[in-house]
C-alpha cells in the first residue's frame, strides 16, 4: 500500500465523520435507526449517496441543506477520505462518511431512516445485471431503510445504467418523477443537478451525456427483475 494511501487512512481513523465498522456483518450496529440523534444529534431527515467516491454529493448538498443530513456510503477509504476532510474543513457537520458494502447497507439502517438516495455515476456492471446498484435486488434491499414515498435519484455517464433502470422501472409500473437522457441540454439543471462529481468531469470532458433519473420507491411492494436488459440507443 502506498505511504499517501497509508497516512489517509491513519487520518481517517480519527476523523469524527467516518464511521468504518470493523465488521460489515453486524446485527447490532449501534447507529441503526440512530443515526440522526446518535451520529449528527439532530432530528433532520437523512439522505444516502451510494459509491459516493469523493464525496462531492454528500458534501455539496450538506451545504445547500443545512437542516437535512447526509451520509456518503462507499468501500474504498482513500476515496471517502477527501469529501471527509473537507466536509471536516468546512465545519459540515451535517456530513458524515460510512465506510462498508453498499451489499450490506441494510445492517447499518434502520426502517423508515432514510428520506433520499443519491447513486452517481456507478460502476455499470455490464455483465452483471443484479449487481447493478438499481437492479431489484439493490432497489429492494433500499426499501428495507427508504421511508415510503423515498426518492431515488441516478446520475450516470451510462445510457446501459439508465435506460436498464427506466425499463425496469416500466416492467413495475413505476413511472419516473423525472427522466433526461442529456441533462445539460436538458430544463431540469439547477445548483443540485449541477453538482459535479470526480468521475462526472472525466466524462463531461470526454464529451459524453450525462443521463438523469429520479423514482419514487414503494416500501410495500417489491420490485421484480427483468430479463436480461440488451440494450440499443433506440430502446
Ligand atoms: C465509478 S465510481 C463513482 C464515484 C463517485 N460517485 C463519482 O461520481 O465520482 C464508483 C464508486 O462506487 C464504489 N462502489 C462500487 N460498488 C460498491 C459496493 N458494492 N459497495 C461500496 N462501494 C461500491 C466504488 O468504490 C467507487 O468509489
Not at 481517517?12 to 446485527?27: G, H, I, R
Not at 447490532?28 to 469523493?54: Q, R, V
Not at 439543471?189 to 443521463?211: S, V
Request: aromatic content about 12%; some cysteine.
Amino acid at each position: 500500500m502506498s505511504k499517501n494511501k497509508l497516512e489517509k487512512f491513519a487520518q481517517m481513523a480519527t476523523f469524527k465523520n467516518v464511521v468504518q465498522p470493523e465488521n460489515l456483518n453486524v446485527t447490532d450496529f449501534e447507529y441503526k435507526g440512530k443515526w440522526a440523534n446518535d451520529f449528527f444529534h439532530n432530528n433532520n431527515p437523512i439522505t444516502l449517496e451510494l459509491g459516493c467516491g469523493k464525496g462531492e454529493y454528500t458534501v455539496a448538498l450538506s451545504q445547500i441543506k443545512p437542516t437535512c443530513n447526509f451520509i456518503g456510503v462507499d468501500i474504498k477509504g482513500a476515496r471517502i477520505w477527501n469529501g471527509a476532510k473537507k466536509a471536516l474543513d468546512n465545519n459540515n457537520t451535517n456530513a458524515g462518511f460510512l465506510r462498508t458494502r453498499i451489499d450490506m447497507i441494510d445492517n447499518f439502517f434502520g426502517e423508515d431512516e432514510v428520506e433520499e438516495i443519491w447513486i452517481t455515476f456507478p460502476d455499470p456492471q455490464p455483465k452483471k445485471q443484479n449487481k447493478r446498484l438499481t437492479s431489484a435486488h439493490f432497489l429492494n434491499l433500499y426499501r428495507r431503510f427508504l421511508k415510503d414515498g423515498g426518492i431515488v435519484n441516478l446520475k450516470t455517464d451510462s445510457r446501459l445504467m439508465h435506460f436498464y433502470t427506466l425499463a425496469l422501472l416500466k416492467a413495475n409500473g413505476i413511472v419516473p418523477t423525472i427522466f433526461t437522457d442529456d441533462l445539460y441540454s436538458s430544463d431540469y439543471l439547477d445548483g443540485i443537478l449541477g453538482i459535479h462529481t470526480f468521475y462526472e468531469n472525466q466524462f463531461l470532458q470526454e464529451g459524453k451525456k450525462i443521463t438523469y433519473l429520479q423514482f419514487i420507491l414503494d416500501k410495500d411492494k417489491e420490485i421484480i427483475e427483468i430479463p436480461k436488459f440488451e440494450f440499443n440507443e433506440e430502446v
